[in-house]
């Protein structure tokens, strides 16, 4: 079993910076692609920022230049550094990887961290 821990959220100011963790641990031979995605109230979740193993990454518009995904696989770990937040930004973000393990690729979530983005 492969579980998904996410950590960094919290309330910050427009214009203030998070930098978010995603941890996997279990039983994982490696990791393809992660990503974050993120699902506001009353919205569907969507992808924000996603990562290979050759950490090429893609980002969707609206966070492009002002966030940066990065990931340490010796440390099986995702980061997403976040500046000049924005109160659109608020939403709870997610972690998602397709994990390897034996023959299988399996792809999990993490439960979630909430961003808030406020005055």
């Known amino acids: 079993q492969v579980q998904l821990v996410e950590s960094g959220g919290g309330l910050v100011q427009p214009g203030g910076s998070l930098r978010l963790s995603c941890a996997a641990s279990?039983?994982?031979?490696?990791?393809?692609?992660m990503g974050w995605y993120r699902q506001a109230p009353g919205k569907e979740r969507e992808l924000v920022a996603a990562?290979?193993?050759?950490?090429?990454?893609v980002y969707t518009d609206s966070v492009k230049g002002r966030f940066t995904i990065s990931r340490d696989n010796a440390k099986n770990t995702l980061y997403l550094q976040m500046n000049s937040l924005k109160p659109e930004d608020t939403a709870v973000y997610y972690c998602?990887?397709?994990?390897?393990?034996?023959?299988?690729?399996?792809?999990?979530w993490g439960k979630g961290t909430l961003v808030t983005v406020s005055s």
């Open positions: 998602n990887a397709d994990v390897v393990a034996g023959l299988r690729v399996m792809n999990y």
């Open positions: 279990g039983s994982i031979f490696s990791i393809n692609a």
């Open positions: 990562i290979t193993s050759a950490s090429s990454a």
